[in-house]
């Protein structure tokens, strides 16, 4: 019965986003708002974040994405690119038969079943229930077994001490951490930094949304064109999809 | 066969304190490796996001293979009744707690948040073979401590043989969960197989087996006890065999990999082009921990020599500890193919060999974790009796007194 | 015998708890930073705030962190808002860092000898007093901005 009350009210409340968002800015891509939830309630598995990734429009030498994400994150460098944290990367691709070059970013790939969940031996590392997968600082113990099992390199040890942390990204000293999907800026309705920065750019090779809802943008083009995931023979079901690859 | 008698060693020498303060320093050079360390981060070491798990790992590991495997000789006596190691099963069990302990240590100490080892001993997540490992080591310490309550206790002496077998099984567990913290990782080519978790059993009937050795003849000769060469001929017997296990499950692993054309990248880098690391398999832990050892083995003419049988167990360490290094290394070093077909780059080393070499504090804090278990061993036979006073052919070999 | 045992160590224990005592006398009780501005009022008493602030902040920090409930009513807990109030340049325009016994946190903490880790990972001062390195990334972004308010100035 309250759950039939609370579907009510989120439509009625998703509907109401919508329609204020695009009065308010007409011709910006609002699709996002759609599942705007009212923030005192917690995220819920009918959403189900993910993010389609072209790489036909994703531009060589273009460090847009990752630019923003280190400004967002305050993710400043010690010089030492070894140890040093990236939550997302550029990557570039030369097929070695062809010789045909592909460049696109990487980051956490937010499995729906995530590698790095299962191993840890706190539950520091866990997934929300929106499909964004985190690492709860608070309870890291720094032993890194997540990172040895993610297949995709996602995670980056903090070898060293950090001071300054801005708000959207709390870290320190001998925890591990990860692309967030900007949570701080999903739960307020907001779109990742990188995917941001890549529209800004012009460039619209990332596009964000729900990949429950049939009707959002990104199910449209993954159920038109399809979207491939990085080592798909994992079954690991990845909230991050490329197409182009 | 005569009745054992045990006794405390004496432990007033001065080459005994000696041992415990040499012992005792290195632990404090451990302790000031880790206050560096975490004072500093971790980017102090040679470990990167790339080899994230570096040298206290490959000791860790290896002690905590070789505890479960010093528990063997114990084993065989209460589970296998075979009586001539039944008066070793004391220091086989007493040995196998202190490397356990010291491979814990060093597993503790290298965490990027040591001050959190209440998080780790109250938050589980079930579905970690980790957090099973906490229980399973947990669960190892409080069995092989009432192993040996029974074994020392008249009272308690008929249950020794229940205990013995729970610790047995107990001790097989252990170190198929050790092997399948490498088992269950599917990202990487090196790992993801079930053979991790019986080629670590293995693995741990040698290691363990060696380091058994050393301990015994070190402190026989030490305190002047008499060790005959029934005992020491049937251990050496069992090593042998151990180590063609090993050897064995080695191959095993290799010629699957080889067949199987994914992973065909990785076995070439780990046998051929993998530079450090195939000089370690081939060198350290095949010819040195592996065929050197059983050619000693088996050489007519040394066979009751103590000094080749010394020299054996050491090899079998040092071949054991370069194939950890290879499995723990090597497996991390060697690029994960997220992009079948492509060659890959980027600011994050992808499609690139990691490189690591591990820095002086990294080394120390391993070499600690061994001191560790030494210093344990060391004070413990000096506060309970776990040394037979006699191990001469005479009271040790059931079938000497004819 | 029973009897002088009893009696040494009932001096003992006198003794031992004569020393805190007096440890506790000596420290000075820490001077914290009241917020000031009219109106200005913290989401609990004081008295309560001070017991309990941890079990609120812990809480919201779960809720936030794994439900991602970020309610920023003026009621809701956050410790960001604990620093943005509390936390202020002394006398001299210095902001304390959690290194200092002037930092808000850090004098009272000390005071009943508690240890918190939590500004290994938060920051410990308001963002507005965090002075960063801009990337190539801001300064794009701040001469956009520039840009855009002259733009938008033009228009009028």
């Known amino acids: 019965m309250s759950d039939q009350i609370n579907d009510s009210r989120r439509s009625f409340l998703s509907k109401a986003a919508i329609a204020g968002s695009i009065t308010i800015a007409p011709g910006v891509f609002l699709h996002q708002t759609a599942h705007a939830k009212p923030d005192d309630q917690a995220v819920s598995n009918d959403t189900r974040w993910g993010m389609l990734i072209d790489t036909d429009k994703c531009a060589k030498g273009c460090t847009g994405c990752v630019d923003a994400c280190n400004n967002e994150h305050g993710l400043t460098g010690f010089g030492r690119p070894e140890t040093d944290t990236q939550y997302i990367r550029k990557v570039s691709l030369v097929e070695k038969q062809t010789g045909h070059e592909i460049s696109l970013p990487l980051m956490c790939q937010h499995c729906e079943n995530p590698p790095c969940v299962d191993v840890c031996p706190t539950g520091a590392s866990f997934k929300r229930e929106d499909g964004i997968v985190l690492v709860d600082k608070h309870i890291c113990i720094g032993c890194r077994y997540c990172m040895m099992a993610c297949p995709y390199k996602a995670r980056s040890f903090v070898h060293e001490n950090i001071e300054d942390q801005t708000l959207s990204a709390p870290r320190g000293k001998g925890t591990v951490e990860s692309c967030t999907m900007c949570t701080h800026r999903v739960d307020k309705d907001g779109i990742p930094a990188c995917v941001e920065a890549c529209t800004e750019d012009d460039h619209n090779a990332m596009l964000f949304g729900d990949l429950n809802d049939p009707d959002s943008e990104i199910s449209k083009e993954l159920k038109k064109h399809g979207g491939k995931q990085i080592r798909a023979d994992l079954q690991l079901n990845t909230g991050v999809r490329y197409q182009g690859l | 066969m005569k009745k054992i008698e045990y006794t405390k060693i004496k432990g007033h020498s001065i080459p005994y304190y000696g041992l415990l303060a040499g012992l005792g320093f290195t632990i404090l050079l451990g302790l000031l490796s880790t206050w560096y360390m975490e004072h500093n981060g971790h980017h102090v070491t040679g470990m990167t996001n790339q080899i994230v798990w570096g040298m206290p790992h490959v000791f860790a590991i290896f002690l905590i293979i070789a505890a479960s495997g010093a528990l063997n000789v114990a084993s065989i006596a209460s589970v296998f009744g075979k009586k001539i190691y039944d008066p070793l099963s004391r220091l086989s069990a007493l040995l196998a707690l202190a490397l356990l302990a010291g491979g814990l240590v060093v597993l503790l100490l290298d965490l990027g948040r040591p001050d959190r080892l209440i998080v780790a001993i109250t938050k589980y997540n079930f579905k970690s073979i980790f957090a099973w490992n906490i229980i399973l080591y947990t669960g190892f310490f409080g069995i092989v401590g009432a192993y040996i309550w029974m074994m020392m206790d008249h009272n308690m002496y008929k249950f020794k043989k229940k205990v013995g077998l729970v610790a047995f099984v107990w001790r097989l567990v252990l170190t198929t969960g050790t092997g399948s913290i490498f088992g269950f990782l599917v990202a990487r080519s090196a790992y993801d197989a079930a053979l991790m978790a019986p080629m670590f059993i293995v693995m741990s009937f040698g290691f363990g087996l060696a380091i058994f050795l050393l301990v015994l003849m070190a402190s026989y000769n030490w305190t002047g006890r008499e060790l005959g060469d029934a005992v020491v001929a049937r251990l050496r017997n069992l090593l042998g065999v151990f180590v063609a296990a090993s050897l064995y499950f080695t191959i095993v692993y290799h010629v699957t990999n080889l067949y199987i054309t994914e992973h065909h990248g990785v076995e070439k880098f780990i046998l051929s082009d993998g530079g450090i690391y195939t000089n370690l398999f081939w060198v350290g832990q095949v010819l040195i921990g592996g065929l050197l050892p059983l050619a000693l083995i088996y050489a007519p003419g040394v066979r009751t020599c103590r000094k080749t049988l010394g020299a054996i167990s050491t090899m079998i360490i040092i071949g054991g500890m370069c194939q950890v290094y290879v499995i723990v290394i090597g497996g991390q070093a060697y690029p994960m193919e997220l992009f079948p077909g492509y060659e890959v780059s980027s600011s994050f080393f992808d499609g690139v060999v990691g490189q690591y070499s591990p820095t002086l504090p990294e080394v120390v804090l391993g070499v600690s974790g061994m001191a560790v278990s030494l210093l344990l061993v060391t004070f413990a036979m000096k506060a309970l009796a776990f040394l037979p006073s006699s191990l001469a052919d005479s009271v040790a070999d059931p079938h000497a007194a004819k | ?156």
């Open chain 3, 1 to 156: 015998m029973t009897k002088r045992f009893l009696r040494i160590s009932l001096i003992f224990t006198g003794l031992i708890m004569l020393f805190p005592a007096q440890g506790i006398a000596d420290t000075p009780f820490p001077s914290i930073h009241e917020p000031e501005g009219e109106g200005v009022k913290c989401v609990k008493d004081e008295d309560e705030m001070r017991r309990n602030h941890m079990n609120y902040i812990l809480h919201q920090r779960d809720k936030t962190m794994r439900e991602g409930v970020r309610a920023e009513s003026d009621s809701s807990y956050s410790l960001a808002k604990c620093i943005n109030c509390h936390v202020q340049p002394n006398d001299k325009g210095e902001v304390p860092t959690h290194d200092s016994k002037e930092h808000f946190c850090v004098a009272c903490h000390q005071y009943a000898s508690v240890q918190i880790d939590c500004f290994e990972c938060h920051a410990d001062r308001p963002q507005k007093y965090i002075k960063r390195d801009q990337s190539p990334r801001a300064l794009k972004q701040q001469l956009k901005e520039v840009l855009d308010a002259k733009d938008m100035g033009d228009a009028q």
